[in-house]
């Protein structure tokens, strides 16, 4: 990561000729290796800055729209905070039961509406889809935050800038995703950037919750080796990301299905006691039991230092689209 903390981002006026000034982020699709880098390096220098000055005048007079469909912390408030950090302000939608959606206004109208009156909007929607057609329907950009089962882009470069602070490189990692693979849109997302770098992905998931074969196509293409475990101790002593996910009860439409495998794997100290000393444990939260709470103060425990990148990497999406990067 660069330490020069003067290039990367535009104090005055909007470069409307910068490779993401309004553009869309609806997949990691749209990341190639340099982009991966770029977006790195105004994180970085977003970290330096917060960690000086607090808050800059980056986006003074800029508005952001947060419209959130299905439940958020994390996205919601980092990308809140980012936009705050960066002098900006934001109109939350939290809660659309209260916004003419529940009068049958569609999703298009409703970003359309929203549109008139910011700058960018960053959309969460429990259908898999909706936010490229969210994205099609507006002018401005829209940064998907999770649209259903398909994938959370941002999330995904806020992972993939951790495991670079914590570990320093990609390549010749070996990354073992646990959980609920088949529902997760992390992990959709993260296998797909990862498949940009010489990795090794194992996957160690129930049967009924295995990673899709559309994801594991798209990452073969790439020539990444992908092997599918049942059992973590399989794999744990030589893995370098453990990347654990919740079970994500909201998501069966089978109620005993989720009984059968909610607590199929628990990361405590003992089973940790096999793995590697440098390695991070990762997990894009909420968690609810699959990592016991005695982990959380072992220094391979990445995830709430994870959320913390997120604020920088979602500063920097921000300034990007809005041709301040
Ligand atoms: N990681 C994540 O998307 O968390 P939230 O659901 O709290 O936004």
Same mark, same amino acid.
């Given at each position: 990561m660069p330490t020069n903390s003067s290039s990367l981002y535009l104090p005055f006026g909007e470069n409307k000729n910068a490779a993401w000034y309004g553009k869309d982020i609806v997949s990691v699709k749209q990341f190639s290796r340099e982009d991966l880098e770029y977006v790195f390096g105004v994180a970085h220098e977003m970290r330096g800055m917060v960690e000086r000055v607090?808050?800059? *005048? !980056? !986006?003074?007079g800029k508005i952001l729209a947060n419209l959130f469909y299905e439940p958020s912390t994390r996205t919601s408030s980092s990308f809140a905070a980012a936009m705050e950090r960066l002098g900006g302000s934001v109109i939350s /939608?939290? $809660?659309?039961?209260?916004?003419s959606v529940t009068k049958g206004e569609t999703l298009a109208d409703t970003v359309r509406t929203l549109e008139c009156y910011t700058d960018a909007i960053v959309l969460r929607h429990p259908e898999t889809g909706s936010a490229e057609i969210a994205a099609k329907a507006m002018h401005k950009p829209l940064i998907n935050a999770g649209d259903g089962t398909g994938e959370h882009p941002t999330q995904a470069l806020l992972d993939m800038f951790t495991i670079k602070a914590e570990l320093? @490189?990609? *390549?010749?990692l070996t990354i073992t995703m646990l959980g609920d693979? #088949?529902?997760g849109r992390t992990v959709h997302s993260l296998a797909r950037l990862l498949s940009l770098f010489n990795v090794k992905l194992n996957y160690v998931s129930p049967n009924i919750l295995k990673m899709p074969k559309e994801v594991m196509d798209e990452v073969s293409e790439k020539g990444i080796s992908q092997n599918e475990f049942s059992s973590l101790e399989d794999v744990l002593p030589e893995t370098d990301v453990l990347y654990v996910t919740r079970v994500q #009860?909201? @998501?069966? $439409?089978n109620a005993d299905d989720y009984k059968k495998v909610k607590g199929a794997y628990i990361i405590d100290l003992d089973i940790m006691k096999?793995? #590697?000393?440098k390695m991070i444990v990762m997990h894009p !939260?909420? @968690?609810?039991? $699959? /990592?016991?709470? *005695?982990? *959380?103060?072992?220094? @391979? +425990? +990445?995830y709430f230092r994870q959320m913390e990148y997120g604020l920088y990497v979602r500063m920097a999406l921000l300034a990007m689209v809005l041709g301040k990067a």
């Open positions: 607090g808050t800059l *005048d !980056l !986006l003074k /939608i939290n $809660e659309v039961k209260y916004s320093k @490189r990609f *390549d010749d693979l #088949k529902y #009860k909201e @998501r069966f $439409e096999t793995a #590697k000393q !939260l909420p @968690r609810v039991t $699959e /990592i016991s709470m *005695d982990f *959380d103060d072992d220094p @391979r +425990a +990445a």
